[in-house]
């Protein structure tokens, strides 16, 4: 190995080297932040756990660590890892579902909008605008406490509040995409251009947008948790992890501070292993695109 | 210049209309009658008449929508239902409180995140930094009302350090102030940290360091001038959003702004005073951008306001 002109003791030391390898710790250390809140909440009716509506009136106010109630009871007697789990299936599958709407419509309308251009492109841009410069918060806030709090309301609502940013991004690869030579063969074989911007122009910045969707999911947990913090949540069959936290906020003066960390700490390890996950991925894909160009 | 100025005024004028209006829609669109927040409890349908003509309920939608516009030209938006005062000295009396929370939010997240974005710019993929990396990544990854309670639990109720609700004293903004500034640093340093990664690669640094310019020089005074501009917009950006988005820090510390104000209001939907939070924080939040606006002739002197391609 000595031979060679670049050692592989300095190539291992070399920035892009060292780029490659923080990304791939990323991208464990998140993957297994995420698994750890995500697995537990998907099994949450395999595992044998407390039920999570109604409580033993002797365990009222635990601390966490009890005897079978790892992280110790509401004042109601429930087990609080229970609720947690529970509550966790309505705010995963509302962030799930809301990036794969907002995911949807932000290829589709960014992809038009690029390839297309003209009024479509002005007709989406002008949307965008239109819809940053609105206060989001208080729309959402307002458009929940208004038409009710059901899951697909919620969905909808988050969806709609993130469908700009997947959508700049398509928009911003489709221009770079469309002037490839590769379109415009496909146009002299006379493919119509739905076809050519469907079946050739989206799978090709696809894999880009989708980690920027996969970021979303972050944004789309903690969007629901503010959302259900402050009263808009959905509350059947269990509330939310910003519901519980809602739930509890009076009472950690009183000294029962694990009603509100531990579900705000479920929430924030979940969003951190996706930011970590998406972040390292992000690096990897963008390297990838790098190489092949 | 003066066109310029115009057509973004106009534009901003539009954009007040459209939220007005859409918040208007949504309001009568919902279901649910504001009358039975106000009339006296187990009314009579007689009572709710009665409510609902004093509010002004009873008319036709497109009607009201017409009294609302006729009346919003003349700067009134009505009286609230719950205050029985003009809704707009309402949000007024509130607004010093979120501007100040705001103010200091953006004015320590600018102190902390410019340096911290340029250091870690010139130390990128190093272990340090990445280790602050991961540290910024956390900071978006945790609920804003989470770090709130976190402080609030070690920092008012077990140390008593700060006072844990409400305004009382200087050091109530404290707390509130650091659980907004967490988030923000994360997002502000990171976006100085792309921006300068970029410049510090650029062709003319390496002419300037051939030239033997110095290594401070050239980070801050070649680099980051010309970071700046999207540096700049990103503070008046999220300045402008806390007008409107420090909703939920409100609620927790239970501070009188404008943000734990809106909250009740739709609850208990009290029309006049939505219609008036919206409105003046969407007016202040065009208010700020114009100004960032305004700035970037003088950060960038390529920069001809009202031409287009700005950059």
């Not at chain 2, 930094?129 to 910024?136: A, M, P, S, Y």
């Not at chain 2, 609850?267 to 924080?281: C, E, N």
Request: charged share 15%; hydrophobic share 55%.
């Amino acid at each position: 190995m000595n031979d060679l002109a670049i050692p592989a003791r300095v190539l291992r030391g070399s920035a892009a080297a060292r780029r490659a390898r923080y990304s791939t710790i990323k991208m464990w250390v998140g993957g297994v932040c995420a698994g750890i809140v995500v697995l537990p909440v998907v099994f949450a009716r395999v595992l044998p756990l407390p039920d999570p509506v109604r409580g033993a009136l002797r365990e009222t106010s635990l601390p966490p660590l009890s005897a079978g109630h790892l992280l110790g009871t509401d004042p109601n007697g429930r087990d609080l890892l229970s609720r947690i789990l529970h509550g966790g299936q309505t705010s995963l599958l509302i962030g799930v579902l809301a990036i794969i709407v907002s995911g949807l419509i932000g290829v589709l309308a960014g992809a038009a909008a690029g390839y297309f251009g003209g009024w479509v492109d002005a007709a989406v841009s002008r949307l965008q605008e239109a819809q940053m410069s609105l206060p989001l918060l208080l729309m959402l806030l307002l458009v929940v406490a208004l038409f009710g709090s059901s899951v697909p309301i919620i969905t909808l609502v988050i969806a709609v509040a993130q469908w700009p940013e997947p959508a700049r991004l398509t928009r911003a690869l489709v221009l770079v995409e469309r002037e490839k030579p590769y379109v415009a063969a496909a146009r002299v074989l006379g493919l119509r251009r739905v076809e050519i911007l469907a079946r050739h122009i989206i799978p090709n910045v696809l894999s880009q947008v989708l980690v920027v969707v996969l970021l979303l999911l972050a944004q789309a947990v903690l969007l629901e948790s503010a959302l259900s913090f402050l009263g808009a949540g959905v509350q059947r069959p269990y509330p939310t992890w910003g519901g519980i936290i809602a739930d509890g906020r009076e009472l950690f003066v009183t000294g029962e501070w694990w009603l509100v960390t531990l579900p705000g700490a479920a929430i924030a390890l979940l969003v951190l292993g996706v930011n970590l996950f998406g972040d390292g991925l992000r690096d990897r894909v963008r390297r990838a695109k790098a190489v092949q160009a | 210049m003066r066109r310029y100025l115009i057509t973004r005024l106009a534009q901003s004028l539009l954009t007040v209309w459209f939220t007005v209006t859409a918040v208007f829609v949504l309001l009568r669109l919902a279901p649910g009658d504001p009358a039975v927040n106000y009339a006296p409890p187990n009314p009579t349908s007689a009572q709710l008449d009665a409510v609902r003509a004093q509010f002004g309920l009873d008319q036709p939608m497109a009607q009201q929508y017409l009294t609302f516009l006729g009346h919003l030209l003349r700067g009134d938006i009505g009286e609230s239902f719950q205050f029985r005062r003009p809704a707009l000295d309402v949000v007024l009396d509130r607004l010093p409180y979120t501007i100040t929370l705001a103010m200091a939010a953006i004015v320590v997240t600018a102190l902390i995140s410019v340096p911290l974005g340029v250091w870690m710019a010139r130390r990128a993929d190093t272990a340090k930094e990445l280790g602050v990396n991961i540290g910024t990544i956390a900071g978006q990854s945790m609920p804003d009302f989470w770090i709130g309670f976190v402080l609030l639990i070690i920092f008012a109720v077990n140390l008593g350090w700060f006072p844990p609700s409400g305004f009382t004293s200087g050091a109530s903004i404290v707390l509130p102030c650091l659980t907004i500034v967490v988030l923000q640093i994360a997002l502000i340093s990171r976006l100085v940290r792309r921006e300068m990664t970029v410049n510090l690669a650029a062709p003319y640094i390496g002419v300037a360091r051939a030239r033997g310019v110095s290594e401070r020089r050239l980070t801050w005074g070649y680099a980051f001038g010309n970071s700046a501009i999207p540096v700049v917009t990103a503070l008046g950006t999220r300045f402008a959003a806390m007008l409107n988005g420090v909703v939920i820090v409100e609620v927790v510390f239970r501070w009188p702004g404008v943000g734990e104000l809106v909250v009740d209001a739709l609850k208990r939907r009290d029309f006049p005073l939505i219609q008036a939070t919206v409105l003046v924080t969407v007016v202040l939040a065009l208010i700020v951008q114009l100004l960032v606006d305004l700035l970037y002739p003088l950060m960038d002197p390529r920069v001809r306001l009202g031409q287009e391609a700005r950059r």
